[in-house]
C-alpha cells in the first residue's frame, strides 16, 4: 500500500492532529504530499473550516478595488484565492510550501501565477512590488 493511499483512508482530524506535530520541513511536505487530493474536502466539508470565506470577506469590506493584486501567502490548495474570485478579486498570485498543494491550487484556475517558497529560506528574495 502507497503512502498516499494510506493518509487518504485517514481521517479529517487524523490529518489535522498529523499537522499539528510537525516538527520541520520534510515532515511539513510529506503531509501536504499526502493531504492534498482530500484538503479542500476534508476541511471545508468534514471540518466545517470557514477561514477562507472570513478572510475573503473581511478583504472585500476593507477593500473598494477589486483590481489590486492580491499575494496569498501560504495558498495551500487555493481555498481563500477561491473566495477572493467570488468577490471579483480578479490579480491573484499564491505561495506555498508545497508543490502538491500548489498543483491542487493551479487546478482551480485563479490565480495568475503560483509560487513554490520556503519562507524560512533566508535566501529567499527580498524585493516585490506587493509591497509597494
Not at 6 to 20: E, G, I, V, W
Not at 38 to 48: G, I, N, Q
Not at 102 to 107: D, N, P, Q, V
Amino acid at each position: 500500500m502507497s503512502k498516499r493511499t494510506n493518509y487518504q483512508k485517514n481521517s479529517p482530524n487524523d490529518l489535522l492532529t498529523r499537522a499539528y506535530s510537525l516538527n520541520g520541513v520534510k515532515e511539513t511536505l510529506s503531509l501536504y504530499e499526502d493531504w492534498a487530493p482530500s484538503y479542500d474536502r476534508h476541511l471545508e466539508t468534514e471540518l466545517k473550516y470557514i477561514a477562507p470565506t472570513t478572510i475573503a470577506e473581511m478583504l472585500a469590506d476593507k477593500c473598494s478595488k477589486r483590481d489590486i493584486c492580491v499575494l496569498d501567502v501560504g495558498c495551500g490548495t487555493g481555498l481563500v484565492g477561491l473566495q477572493l474570485a467570488k468577490h471579483d478579486f480578479c490579480c491573484m498570485d499564491g505561495l506555498d510550501l508545497s508543490a502538491d498543494m500548489l498543483a491542487e491550487a493551479y487546478k482551480k484556475g485563479i490565480y495568475r501565477q503560483l509560487f513554490e517558497v520556503d519562507l524560512n529560506d533566508p535566501e529567499i528574495p527580498q524585493q516585490s512590488h506587493y509591497a509597494d
